[in-house]
């Protein structure tokens, strides 16, 4: 019986999170944590930072695959691979480029358009990472976003930031 890796995206991601808490929890070291009930300004880096090296786990261990028998018969139309390849990594960077532009829009509009237009814009534009969101999700998701980080930031933490423009 061997173990392989079955999805090598999944499993790099991974690692990648891995590394990421792992970093995350060496640093959040330096402050005091605190406790469940008196928390203190290491307590949330912490969690976070063990959150995603749990996560990172889980999709690493996800990616790999146990072998029983002989290893199954790779496909014959190289054609085909190579289209497969083109079309994953332009979906990579159509989704990576998504992202980015998302945060950079939510940071530069933040201060000018207030928290709920904002994620709007944020979610609407992060959705072209994915081409089968439809729209009626995406509004969805965006209105649901919008409500949580006001319910949360201004009403739950107490910021004083700007919900409207």
Known sequence: MQ???????????????AGVGIAAYVLAMDYEPGTARRMGPGFLPIALSVILLVLGAIIVLKSLALMTGPEEAPRTA????????????WSTVRAATAVTVSLVFFGAALPSLGLVLSITGLVIISSFAD?????????????????????VFRYGIGLSLQVWP
């Open 131 to 151: 081409p089968r969101l439809t729209w009626v999700t995406t509004l969805i998701i965006a209105a649901f976003m919008s409500a949580l980080s006001v319910a």
């Open 78 to 89: 190289a054609v085909s691979d190579a289209a497969d390849r083109r079309f994953e990594i």
């Open 3 to 17: 173990i392989r890796i079955a999805k090598p995206a999944d499993f790099w991601s991974g690692i990648l999170f």
